[in-house]
């Protein structure tokens, strides 16, 4: 009996996260994924059809055959959508590769600062979640604006004599998007970098390496593993990102999450943002996919 | 002629005076902030030796050979090698290799990688290194394990690994901290072998760390016995056994039983310590210049004493009667713990050399303890 119940138990532990996954991710995707096979229309909600569960076998079966791809033959036909994919994902590509470029080295220094400052560290990595993420992006038009503090200082330095034009352009979401995600990349490459065995890279010079190749030919390689994790927690969520293309880009900006928020708000048009939301899901599933295929080969190879 | 024990091999370039040190510490000092790892050291190494530094852990043995390797650099002092001054020179461009305490393989490369790691850095033609690699991997016995990853092995194997690859560059010296330590005591005992034909093969300099005396005493042609940051002495295994220079040394190497007292009388050849805690007075050679009057330690080794239930024909000198306290057998020896009328609990141990006693020594027997005066050690430090 004992035994029943602590499988039971354990069944029912084991359920939460499935249970989770069913409620807030399948459900609200099954309903995205009905709603980009209607129709628009003008009405409350503003598409057709709509299942009335009360009519019946007969009313459902009506309501399924006026499903159709039409929204997404659409997505595939006018350029505007294929480019704005396109260079939501090169935008997403170029961010993380800076994002690697600025973190790569923060996390070095930390996992090679002293033990006693370490935790100090990681606290001021972690400190600007404190701050609401959208007044933080405010905070970037208030240092990238032609009046701003950036070309303030850069003309008080004599850099430059006119403003350099930043704000409202591809520039500003790459600099908005490095600064945003920065910590997903540095968190998981310190951990990597922390618990390796600083001996390796002394036996690697014992061995005849200058500090720059004992960096490229073992520190580097045995940190892929975080180099990995951090790079897909940057790709994944920028290429859907909304907020700062929609506040630091401008008009020549073009992103998929920015697409979509208009198609929604201002077209009112629920079942084609609905296809984009869907095409966005499946094009990320190929990255997240790999990221597990990767966590999956890292932990093996751990054992 | 007498001899202090047996010796590994003869060899003995400290005693000639003609002989030119491979390695010199010179009054070497390191310090970590307020820490004085090494204080004021000088120490010099020959070449081909087997040389083994012994203290507890922190008493800056470890620090020595990072200084040598490399990796830290004296606060002052210097070392040589070979007649040349290694100040400044990077570990990367010094000709001696290490073998780190955790073995430090390369977890992303094959046993083969590592052991060609080395080679591929001084820019080895690639048929070369492949017959380096292979030589090195027949000399540690691993020839079928060249394409695992370290985590594929045991213990003993990596270890292994961890060796080749500090060989296969060929170094002057090779460095060793606490190689055997990971290792159990089976293996280890077979592995210290193994690393003694190996040094007299390659005919290398090795300097190894380690804090186990044993390991130190099997394998090393000197010892030298640190702490805070000095040595104590420097010297065979043999002669840091039977002939240590302190009470330190005496008392961290092996087991022993001290006497502190006062020396009551010189006669030439002779002298009588006065141990009035214990009750007792020892007659000893005078290995050591004293006059009466000054306080003195004595040390003598479990194994010198004799036990017997028979009174001694001289009870007036090195002897004194007492109760079997405890008794530990080993097997291949047995020691007995004797508390003297004093108090004192005196450690004598008897090798087991024949299978069947008549009448053994029990617990509560009134036993004697005596020795003779060449058994103990007589310490003026």
């Avoid at chain 2, 330590?181 to 290398?204: P, S, Y």
């Avoid at chain 2, 010892?223 to 010297?235: C, E, F, H, L, S």
């Avoid at chain 2, 009174?311 to 003297?340: C, K, Q, S, W």
Wanted: charged share 20%; glycine share 6%; aromatic share 10%.
């Amino acid at each position: 009996m004992q035994k029943l119940i602590a499988s039971v138990v354990s069944r029912l532990v084991i359920s939460i996260p499935y249970l989770w996954m069913l409620i807030f991710f399948l459900i609200p995707f099954i309903i995205v994924f009905k709603i980009s096979l209607s129709q628009v229309t003008m009405a409350i909600p503003p598409y057709t059809p709509t299942i009335d569960i009360w009519a019946g076998w007969q009313g459902l079966v009506n309501s399924v055959s006026q499903f159709s791809w039409d929204n997404y033959t659409f997505l595939g036909s006018d350029p505007l959508y294929v480019k704005a994919y396109l260079s939501s994902v090169i935008i997403a590509a170029i961010s993380t590769f800076l994002t690697l470029l600025v973190g790569y080295p923060i996390a070095y220094g930390m996992a090679r600062a002293p033990a006693t400052v370490r935790s100090t560290l990681l606290m001021l990595v972690i400190l600007p979640f404190w701050t609401s993420f959208l007044i933080r992006v405010y905070a970037w038009i208030g240092i990238l604006k032609p009046e701003g503090l950036l070309n303030q200082f850069l003309m008080w330095a004599n850099v430059i004599h006119t403003p350099l034009n930043i704000l409202n352009t591809n520039t500003a979401v790459l600099i908005g998007i490095v600064y945003s995600y920065l910590p997903f990349l540095v968190l998981p490459i310190y951990s990597t970098l922390e618990k390796m065995d600083y001996s390796l890279v002394e036996a690697a010079e014992d061995l005849g390496c200058p500090p720059i190749t004992a960096f490229w030919k073992i520190t580097f390689p045995l940190s892929l593993p975080g180099v990995v994790a951090g790079c897909f927690l940057v790709f994944i969520p920028a290429v859907g990102e909304f907020v700062i293309p929609d506040l630091l880009g401008g008009s020549e900006t073009l992103m998929i999450g920015k697409t979509l928020w208009n198609e929604f708000s201002a077209n009112r048009d629920w079942p084609l943002s609905s296809a984009v939301a869907v095409v966005l899901l499946a094009l990320l599933v190929v990255p997240i996919v790999l990221f597990q295929r990767s966590e999956a080969k890292a932990q093996e190879s751990e054992k | 002629m007498k001899s202090l024990g047996s010796f590994r091999r003869k060899f003995a370039p400290w005693n000639d005076p003609e002989a030119k040190p491979y390695i010199s510490f010179e009054n070497v000092t390191k310090k970590f902030g307020d820490f004085t790892a090494v204080d004021d050291l000088s120490l010099t190494i020959y070449n081909r030796e087997f040389f083994a530094l012994l203290g507890a852990s922190g008493c800056g043995k470890s620090t020595l050979l990072r200084m040598l390797a490399g990796f830290e650099e004296p606060t002052s002092g210097r070392i040589l090698l070979d007649g040349q001054d290694m100040r400044g020179i990077p570990p990367y461009k010094r000709p001696v290799n290490m073998m780190f305490q955790s073995y430090a393989l390369f977890p992303h490369m094959t046993v083969e990688g590592n052991i060609a790691f080395g080679l591929k850095q001084d820019g080895m033609p690639a048929n070369e290194i492949a017959a380096r690699v292979a030589e090195m991997l027949k000399l540690v016995k691993l020839e079928q394990f060249a394409k695992r990853k370290p985590h594929q092995l045991s213990g003993g194997q990596r270890q292994r690994v961890a060796l080749a690859r500090c060989v296969a560059k060929r170094p002057k010296v090779l460095l060793l901290d606490e190689p055997l330590g990971a290792l159990d005591k089976k293996l280890r005992e077979e592995t210290q072998f193994e690393l003694m034909d190996l040094q007299m093969k390659l005919g290398l300099t090795f300097v190894v760390v380690t804090h186990d005396q044993e390991e130190a005493m099997t394998m090393a042609d000197r010892i030298a016995v640190m702490d805070k940051g000095k040595v104590k002495q420097v010297a065979t295994p043999a002669e840091v056994y039977e002939a240590p220079n302190s009470k330190f040394v005496a008392d961290f190497i092996g087991n022993v039983n001290m006497f502190e007292g006062t020396v009551s009388t010189v006669v030439p050849g002779k002298v009588d310590i006065d141990v009035p805690a214990d009750k007792i007075t020892i007659r000893t050679d005078a290995t050591r210049d004293c006059a009466a009057g000054q306080s003195v330690g004595f040390a003598i080794r479990p194994e010198k004493i004799r036990l017997s239930r028979k009174e001694p024909a001289n009870t007036a000198v090195n002897a004194a009667h007492g109760e079997l306290y405890d008794i530990a057998y080993f097997g291949d020896m047995t020691v007995f713990h004797v508390r003297l009328e004093s108090g004192r609990i005196i450690k004598a141990a008897s090798l087991n050399a024949v299978r069947t006693v008549e009448d053994p020594l029990g617990y509560d027997d009134m036993v004697w303890v005596n020795f003779d005066t060449d058994a103990g050690i007589l310490l003026t430090a």
